[in-house]
């Protein structure tokens, strides 16, 4: 309890671990190095509200200043850290000190994946969206009338789509792969999403890759597609996917494979070091696998905080995501990673429907759009490790909750 957490990285994994910590009544001392000059504040709202300009970045910071101080916790903004010597057990800084730890964790995220400057990445209007400043300077962009291509029909890529579309832009998205969503949702998700932005004027091309980007003085103006076509646009939106910040521990010795390796309990190859979040690979079911959430992210970090308090109970995920597009809110739980069959069901009100994924027979995940009732009941059939009889399923006069009897 009496020596010093470093813990790398400011975000929401930091926080989480943190003030789980100090409820645990854990008093050990700690500091908190944050590459970015705010305190730790909410991301999921940068590509959706924020970029709205209907939150401010006081109302994501989790806590005021003064709680940190209140706790004892240490936080040091806009440092970095740049070395981390395993034997002696200490970091430096990027302000030239040196810090001493007795455990160290990792939650230093991910990076957006940018386009090469060799097709025009580095040209003024090109962004992507990962943090208040990110957004700050993309906000400045929405304007009605204005063009925007959104390259990448991820979640992120279709939220900020959204975004723009309701500030009045024409928007079109490229997507390389077969069709959007395809590394993370059904064919069936897929289809229902691309509906819904296709009804609100998004031209979406599936199959598309960007060739390159054209610019006029520094400043993108146009976008020459895979096939040879050319479409104006003034703002260009990137949303490839991110990539594990494991440089700094790859650089220390620990082991990595586009992310920081843990084990059931988020500890890495060093005892003493632990990584959570988007920055960490994990076991699960026979898998290591990044889960790239929000919920995730906190989950990992409150069961890390758990155990250096004294617990030894494993991490054992139970995923859940969400993804707020235009007045559709998409829930999932579970993870549908190699599903084998899935069943579209229509939900009760106009415009909900539920989508459900089954591996080999076993019920593995649901999306729900608009349908709170069937996302919360396919949650508790998967804590339950509950597969509901698929007619049953099937039948949309079937009342949810008897599923779970």
Same mark, same amino acid.
């Given at each position: 309890m009496s020596g010093r957490l470093v813990v790398v990285g400011g975000g929401q994994a930091a926080f989480a671990l943190v003030a789980k910590l100090r409820a645990l009544k854990d008093e050990r001392p700690v500091t908190i190095?944050?590459?970015?000059?705010?305190?730790?504040?909410?991301?999921?709202?940068l590509s959706k509200k924020y970029l709205l300009r209907e939150m401010t970045l006081d109302r994501l910071l989790y806590r005021p200043e003064a709680w940190y101080s209140e706790h004892d916790i240490d936080i040091r903004l806009s440092t970095t850290v740049t070395r981390i010597d395993r034997g002696p057990k200490h970091v430096t800084l990027s302000d030239g000190s040196v810090l001493g730890y007795e455990t160290l964790a990792f939650a230093t995220g991910a990076t957006p994946r940018r386009l090469p400057a060799s097709v025009g990445g580095d040209l003024a209007g090109v962004y992507v969206v990962r943090d208040f400043k990110d957004a700050d300077l993309l906000a400045e962009e929405m304007q009605p009338g204005r063009r925007a291509l959104v390259v990448g029909g991820g979640y992120i890529g279709l939220e900020a789509a959204a975004v723009a579309r309701t500030c009045g832009m024409d928007v079109t998205v490229?997507?390389?792969? *077969?069709?959007? @969503? !395809?590394?993370?949702?059904?064919?069936?998700?897929?289809?229902?999403?691309?509906?819904?932005?296709?009804? =609100?004027?998004?031209?979406?091309?599936?199959?598309?890759g960007l060739h390159r980007l054209i610019g006029d003085n520094g400043r993108v103006t146009a976008a020459e597609l895979a096939d040879g076509s050319t479409i104006a646009v003034d703002v260009v939106i990137v949303g490839i996917g991110i990539i594990a910040n494991d440089a700094l521990a790859h650089e220390a010795g620990l082991e990595t494979a586009n992310g920081i390796i843990v084990d059931s309990h988020g500890r890495t190859s060093d005892p003493a070091i632990f990584a959570m979040g988007d920055c960490a690979v994990l076991p699960w079911q026979g898998m290591r696998i990044r889960l790239e959430s929000v919920q995730n992210a906190v989950d990992q970090a409150e069961a890390i905080a758990a155990i250096l308090a004294g617990s030894?109970?494993?991490?054992?995920?139970?995923?859940?995501?969400?993804?707020?597009?235009? *007045?559709?809110? @998409? !829930?999932?739980?579970?993870?549908?990673?190699?599903?084998?069959?899935?069943?579209?069901?229509?939900?009760? =009100?106009?415009?909900?429907?539920?989508?459900w994924y089954f591996r080999q027979g076993k019920f593995v995940a649901v999306d729900a759009i608009n349908d709170a009732k069937a996302y919360v009941t396919g949650?508790?059939?998967l804590e339950a490790g509950i597969t509901p009889d698929r007619a049953k399923l099937a039948d949309p006069d079937t009342d949810l909750k008897s599923l779970l009897a």
């Amino acid at each position: 309890m009496s020596g010093r957490l470093v813990v790398v990285g400011g975000g929401q994994a930091a926080f989480a671990l943190v003030a789980k910590l100090r409820a645990l009544k854990d008093e050990r001392p700690v500091t908190i190095v944050a590459s970015e000059e705010s305190l730790p504040y909410q991301r999921p709202p940068l590509s959706k509200k924020y970029l709205l300009r209907e939150m401010t970045l006081d109302r994501l910071l989790y806590r005021p200043e003064a709680w940190y101080s209140e706790h004892d916790i240490d936080i040091r903004l806009s440092t970095t850290v740049t070395r981390i010597d395993r034997g002696p057990k200490h970091v430096t800084l990027s302000d030239g000190s040196v810090l001493g730890y007795e455990t160290l964790a990792f939650a230093t995220g991910a990076t957006p994946r940018r386009l090469p400057a060799s097709v025009g990445g580095d040209l003024a209007g090109v962004y992507v969206v990962r943090d208040f400043k990110d957004a700050d300077l993309l906000a400045e962009e929405m304007q009605p009338g204005r063009r925007a291509l959104v390259v990448g029909g991820g979640y992120i890529g279709l939220e900020a789509a959204a975004v723009a579309r309701t500030c009045g832009m024409d928007v079109t998205v490229i997507e390389m792969a *077969d069709r959007i @969503l !395809q590394r993370v949702a059904s064919a069936a998700t897929s289809a229902i999403v691309r509906g819904i932005h296709r009804s =609100r004027g998004v031209d979406i091309r599936e199959g598309m890759g960007l060739h390159r980007l054209i610019g006029d003085n520094g400043r993108v103006t146009a976008a020459e597609l895979a096939d040879g076509s050319t479409i104006a646009v003034d703002v260009v939106i990137v949303g490839i996917g991110i990539i594990a910040n494991d440089a700094l521990a790859h650089e220390a010795g620990l082991e990595t494979a586009n992310g920081i390796i843990v084990d059931s309990h988020g500890r890495t190859s060093d005892p003493a070091i632990f990584a959570m979040g988007d920055c960490a690979v994990l076991p699960w079911q026979g898998m290591r696998i990044r889960l790239e959430s929000v919920q995730n992210a906190v989950d990992q970090a409150e069961a890390i905080a758990a155990i250096l308090a004294g617990s030894s109970e494993p991490y054992d995920p139970k995923p859940w995501f969400w993804s707020d597009q235009y *007045d559709v809110k @998409l !829930q999932i739980a579970g993870f549908g990673l190699g599903h084998d069959e899935t069943l579209v069901r229509p939900g009760q =009100r106009e415009g909900s429907v539920s989508v459900w994924y089954f591996r080999q027979g076993k019920f593995v995940a649901v999306d729900a759009i608009n349908d709170a009732k069937a996302y919360v009941t396919g949650k508790k059939l998967l804590e339950a490790g509950i597969t509901p009889d698929r007619a049953k399923l099937a039948d949309p006069d079937t009342d949810l909750k008897s599923l779970l009897a």
